[in-house]
């Protein structure tokens, strides 16, 4: 089977494995020269296959482990399934073309984490919003002027609420009070986002707090944008995947501790209690307008 190159950026996935798999190599000083020899392979592809590039096939990729010396059975099925991860096609794939890679990236975070951890400090989570939210924030958006391309955002937005269906993950949301006051659409659109928070909250698999506007703990720690912590299965790392104006930007293990500091105390400490945000939350979606 001949090698094939990836057209876009290398997914997180192919970055782990191609890194992973350097490190095993590098380990043994051995040289790219000779894994290209023990493959049949030239240097380029190998150095590729490192880079994430070039998605290994599995032939080749049971042949570098075999030259790495990698016979622990956890350490061999951890490269085995990472691979066929980064060789396997998700929903959000087909998305890419409008959306871009580092969105497949995060959508498959999402689909992935043992747990999930989201500080919304402007505009609520896009696992949370409603269809109605979605499309107004979107027809603001900058890809408002491309009627294909909003479809396809909503379409995507609306598949990845599904993954808080699944009993065997752990969400937890915490909604700074900007979130839930910043005005998105008319006033229907806004108590229908209040009643689907209200909604979401009573799976068990999802917890939702409330950050009142007071607190600027989050300010002090020098965080100033929202952020997702995800934690992943071992042996994968943990990341964290910030906002900004140019997109996402992923961090990991271990630079994702001071994300994960700055949530558990905001969550522990500064937070409504479920009942009372549940309570505020109630306020706001029964307030006269």
Not at 100 to 125: I, K, T
Request: net charge negative.
């Amino acid at each position: 089977m001949v090698a094939k190159k990836t057209k876009e950026q290398p997914s997180l996935r192919a970055q782990w494995l191609g890194r992973d798999l350097r490190k095993r190599r590098t380990d043994l000083k051995l040289k790219i020269a000779e894994v290209a020899t023990y493959l049949a392979r030239d240097d380029g592809t190998i150095s590729r296959y490192e880079s994430g590039d070039y998605r290994i096939p599995e032939n080749d990729l049971r042949n570098m482990l075999d030259r790495y010396d990698i016979t622990d059975p956890t350490e061999f099925a951890y490269f085995v399934q990472l691979n066929e991860e980064v060789r396997q096609r998700g929903w959000w794939d087909g998305f890419k073309k409008h959306l871009g890679s580092a969105f497949a990236d995060y959508v498959w975070l999402e689909s992935n984490a043992v747990s999930m951890s989201a500080f919304c400090l402007a505009v609520p989570n896009g696992l949370l919003q409603t269809p109605e939210v979605v499309h107004e924030l979107i027809g603001r958006g900058p890809q408002s002027g491309n009627p294909e391309q909003v479809k396809s955002l909503v379409q995507a937005r609306t598949l990845r609420a599904e993954v808080l269906r699944k009993r065997d993950r752990h969400f937890r949301f915490l909604l700074h009070e900007a979130a839930l006051s910043v005005q998105i659409g008319d006033e229907r659109t806004m108590a229908g986002q209040y009643e689907h928070y209200l909604t979401v909250s009573e799976l068990e698999q999802v917890e939702l707090r409330v950050l009142p506007a007071a607190v600027n703990r989050h300010i002090g720690m020098g965080i100033t944008t929202g952020f997702t912590n995800f934690e992943l299965a071992d042996p994968m790392p943990d990341v964290t995947c910030t906002e900004t104006a140019s997109g996402a930007i992923f961090k990991e293990s271990p630079d994702t501790e001071v994300f994960e500091q700055a949530f558990d105390s905001m969550w522990n400490v500064d937070a409504l209690g479920p009942k009372d945000s549940m309570e505020y939350i109630t306020k706001l979606k029964d307030v006269p307008k």
